[in-house]
């Protein structure tokens, strides 16, 4: 079956512009997260989402970064006025089962293959 | 708050080598642990997980085992192929609060023929 799909796969921007990133989860999957993920380091949470509430969006960095997932499924995360320290890999994951109704850990979280976002 | 140090990279073995990549960890309240590897033009996988002290993840013939007396959750293979070659991540989740994963900074590790 399909896994975690996202696009663009890279997007250039000039700062200043705004960008939407877009994921789309395996179908039927409950938990959505976001990461970001600068060069040479570890993803960093960003955002939760169980179906289409945000349950948790203290990782973004500024509130230039907002995300969104109105139908439980898609989701968008967009970055208003982009600045060059916006530049990294976005991560998008998924799994089956909300964090607040399974033991922690006990879901995989399954990963897209992330858009890389260059801010000239 | 929850971290993660893993063992800088990269580390370069010869095909057959025994493989260790060390990780510990910091956490508020009682974590579970994880390995992710991430093969070149990929996105991130799970390795192997742990959720209580003392279980030992295995996978691929990787395996760690969760120490909450070192904190740690050290990686290993005994005889490791040029297809092991990726950037292996350690990771850490603790429940009650829907936070997500925290991620080591990851291990760069190369395997010659």
């Known amino acids: 079956g399909a896994g975690v799909s996202q696009s663009p796969r890279y997007k250039v921007a000039k700062r200043g512009q705004d960008v939407a990133l877009r994921c789309d989860p395996i179908s039927g999957h409950v938990s959505l997260f976001w990461y970001q993920q600068a060069l040479g380091q570890g993803p960093e949470f960003l955002t939760y989402f169980q179906n289409e509430a945000q349950l948790d969006k203290s990782g973004l960095p500024s509130d230039r970064f907002f995300a969104e997932r109105p139908e439980g499924s898609v989701s968008t995360l967009k970055i208003q006025r982009t600045q060059q320290e916006d530049s990294a890999v976005y991560l998008c994951?998924?799994?089956?089962?909300?964090?607040?109704?399974?033991?922690?850990?006990?879901?995989?979280?399954?990963f897209g293959p992330g858009t890389r976002l260059l801010v000239l | 708050g929850n971290s993660v140090t893993q063992m800088e990279g990269p580390v370069t073995l010869s095909e057959e080598a025994f493989l260790t990549i060390n990780c510990t960890y910091t956490?508020?309240?009682?974590?579970?642990l994880f390995w992710y590897v991430q093969y070149p033009g990929e996105g991130l996988q799970l390795l192997l997980k742990?959720?209580?002290?003392?279980d030992k993840g295995s996978n691929k013939g990787f395996e760690a085992t969760y120490r909450k007396e070192t904190t740690s959750f050290h990686l290993e293979k005994g005889s490791v192929q040029v297809s092991d070659s990726a950037v292996y991540f350690c990771?850490?989740?603790?429940?009650?609060?829907?936070?997500?994963?925290?991620f080591g900074k990851g291990t760069h590790l190369i395997i010659q023929p």
């Open positions: 742990a959720t209580k002290a003392d």
């Open positions: 990771a850490l989740m603790t429940g009650g609060g829907a936070d997500g994963l925290t």
């Open positions: 994951a998924s799994s089956l089962v909300s964090l607040t109704s399974s033991p922690v850990g006990r879901e995989t979280q399954y």
């Open positions: 956490a508020t309240g009682y974590p579970s």
